[in-house]
């Protein structure tokens, strides 16, 4: 039965120093007491997003794609089921800014509005949580690994910001196989107030050098950036670290700014596989394809002109694709190339469907993984933004 709103301790909470230090698992059930939640479990989505992995070891994990757990994950809404032990169990998605982390379990013997509002904000606290210690709480990266990892994907992981980012201008969204044996892929965005910059890179090579060359590109790339240079400059910055520290070394990639107020997209393909765009569930061929520049490593006296900058003006809903060929050229069980015609059609298919930016690109690394007879050949990353105006 409804009770009332009780006193929030999370003020409480806050300010005992011991919660600080606690493992997330042990903090869980604190902070739940302190907003007034009954039992909570955490779960987060596995490296390659098919499971979801509670924190506490008395607890079944639960697959995203075949249960409600994985339903609140997918749509990132609340899904509410009968308890087996009675009462009833309310799933909700946690969330940190548009990044997917899980989900977290209420078990409790009823549901109410002011219940359900305390639940909310302990997913809301507990993303936030999880995001600040994840990056120095080796049980929690081990909580979400299926097997073990490869040094230059350890290496490049580490590189990687989180898949997922947006406002409610912008979502950015990336994907990244195979997961534990990555080599020379890698994709960086970032949100400023006025823009969205999108990179993605593609070191020849599948080794622990391929993986250097492609760290050296991503923090060359954001050491220009956060220092305010614009698209020819951050090429130039790219070119010149390549070329003083990696001189042997190169890597293709295409690096993209979005004007979040005007549409207008800039971009620089440097030996890369072209962007796609898709408008009103449609390819549009072509349309962001112009011919490349050499990739990223040559510095200027051995290019016979200067890194080109392209420009074009997007309309709202536009999504842009960036891939690298190891998602087209991957083989399916037949023996034959997923391509580029399939690529696309799979990402209007699950558009139209209404999936959320996140879950089209997970469902469409899962199809290729599932359709190859072995392992990728190559490196397999996709990232892919949609824009849409302000007052939309």
């Known amino acids: 039965m409804p009770t009332s709103e009780p006193p929030s301790g999370l003020e409480e909470f806050l300010a005992d120093p011991d919660n600080a230090v606690l493992d997330l698992a042990a903090a869980v059930p604190r902070c739940a007491a302190a907003l007034g939640v009954p039992q909570a479990v955490v779960y987060l989505a596995d490296l390659q997003q098919r499971r979801l992995i509670p924190l506490s070891d008395d607890a079944p994990a639960h697959d995203v794609d075949d249960s409600l757990a994985g339903w609140a994950y997918r749509t990132l809404s609340l899904r509410v089921e009968e308890s087996p032990a009675g009462g009833m169990t309310a799933w909700l998605p946690l969330l940190d800014g548009a990044e997917r982390l899980g989900v977290v379990a209420i078990h409790t013997p009823f549901l109410d509005p002011a219940l359900l509002r305390r639940s909310r904000a302990l997913a809301a606290f507990l993303a936030m949580m999880i995001t600040s210690k994840r990056a120095y709480k080796d049980t929690l990266v081990r909580r979400t690994r299926s097997e073990p990892m490869r040094l230059p994907a350890e290496m490049l992981r580490a590189f990687l910001p989180p898949r ?229």
């Not at 040559?298 to 998602?327: I, K, M, N």
């Not at 892919?384 to 007052?391: K, L, R, V």
């Open 164 to 392: 997922t980012i947006g406002n409610t201008h912008v979502v950015s969204t990336a994907v990244l196989e195979p997961a534990y044996e990555i080599g020379g892929d890698a994709f960086d965005h970032s949100l400023t107030r006025t823009a969205l910059h999108a990179t993605i890179v593609d070191a020849m090579g599948h080794n622990l050098l391929s993986g250097l060359t492609t760290a050296v590109a991503l923090a060359a790339c954001r050491n220009g950036r956060r220092t305010g240079a614009d698209l020819p400059e951050l090429l130039e910055t790219v070119d010149a670290a390549l070329g003083q520290w990696l001189p042997d070394q190169f890597c293709t990639g295409v690096l993209t700014r979005l004007d979040l107020a005007s549409g207008v997209l800039r971009w620089s393909n440097c030996g890369h596989p072209p962007p796609l765009l898709i408008r009103d569930n449609r390819l549009v061929d072509k349309a962001l394809e112009r011919e490349a520049d050499p990739p990223l490593g040559l510095a200027a006296p051995l290019r016979s002109t200067d890194r080109q900058v392209h420009e074009t003006r997007l309309e709202p809903g536009d999504r842009v694709l960036l891939y690298t060929d190891g998602v087209t050229e991957a083989r399916l069980a037949d023996g034959s190339e997923f391509g580029l015609e399939r690529f696309a059609d799979s990402i209007i298919r699950a558009s139209a469907a209404g999936e959320v930016a996140a879950e089209v690109l997970r469902r469409l690394i899962h199809s290729i993984l599932d359709a190859q007879p072995a392992r990728l050949r190559d490196d397999a990353t996709i990232l892919m933004f949609e824009w849409q105006p302000p007052g939309r």
